[in-house]
T-cell receptor, first 115, second 115 residues
Framework: AQSVTQLDSHVSVSEGTPVLLRCNYS??????LFWYVQHPNKGLQLLLK??????LVKGINGFEAEFKKSETSFHLTKPSAHMSDAAEYFC?????????????FGKGTRLSVIA | DAEITQSPRHKITETGRQVTLACHQT?????MFWYRQDLGHGLRLIHY???????NKGEVSDGYSVSRSNTEDLPLTLESAASSQTSVYFC??????????????FGPGTRLTVL
């Protein structure tokens, strides 16, 4: 069985400071890992994905995440927060070797950016 | 451009009524999914389909049904709407098979209110 734990339900940072959103996963298989972002009243957009290539994954809008198998973590980071980064972020896991496994979502982390 | 659309975007209905939410994708994806999003729960899987005539129950399938008669559409039916089904509903699709084709593309969502 697969599961995802997002360690913070809400993170607040000042504009221009680093962002860290934490995610731990559990998977019986070789995982694919994703981060999705949802802006208010919008659908979900893929930020980045890990599918077994480089363990440091770069995504859109300056975000990146590092896959650490020993720690079963896939934390999302950004060096400098922008006001437009304020949104809900979801960490997601699936079975990499079988595309026909539904995604399992974390409960989300709401990122607030203070001017 | 390929896309995934949902209709209606907003719906208000009464307890006990049958409601159908439409989802249409032009990606030619094999896999389609329905989720509901509620505060504190993230996204929870309702039903999913891996191809025409295939349907599967997700985590929260009670009170919902789907049918897949073609590749493009996966309508979600609430047989007898209940207030507990007030939520935002998201449809998604993916190409399937392995690796990067796990990525799901999301529709804009349908906000359903059951009075």
């Amino acid at each position: 069985a697969q599961s995802v734990t997002q360690l913070d339900s809400h993170v607040s940072v000042s504009e221009g400071t680093p962002v860290l959103l934490r995610c731990n996963y559990s998977s019986s298989y070789s995982p694919s890992l994703f981060w999705y972002v949802q802006h208010p009243n919008k659908g979900l957009q893929l930020l980045l994905k890990y599918t077994s290539a480089a363990t440091l994954v770069k995504g859109i809008n300056g975000f990146e995440a590092e896959f650490k198998k020993s720690e079963t973590s896939f934390h999302l980071t950004k060096p400098s927060a922008h006001m437009s980064d304020a949104a809900e972020y979801f960490c997601v896991v699936s079975d990499r070797l079988s595309g026909n496994t539904p995604l399992v979502f974390g409960k989300g982390t709401r990122l607030s950016v203070i001017a | 451009d390929a896309e995934i659309t949902q209709s209606p975007r907003h719906k208000i209905t009464e307890t006990g009524r049958q409601v159908t939410l439409a989802c249409h994708q032009t990606w030619n994806h094999n896999n389609m999914f329905w989720y509901r999003q509620d505060l504190g729960h993230g996204l929870r899987l309702i039903h999913y389909s891996y191809g025409v005539q295939d349907t599967n129950k997700g985590e929260v399938s009670d009170g919902y049904s789907v049918s897949r008669s073609n590749t493009e559409d996966l309508p979600l039916t609430l047989e007898s709407a209940a207030s507990s089904q007030t939520s935002v509903y998201f449809c998604a699709s993916s190409a399937g098979s392995s690796g990067t084709r796990n990525e799901q593309f999301f529709g804009p969502g349908t906000r359903l209110t059951v009075l």
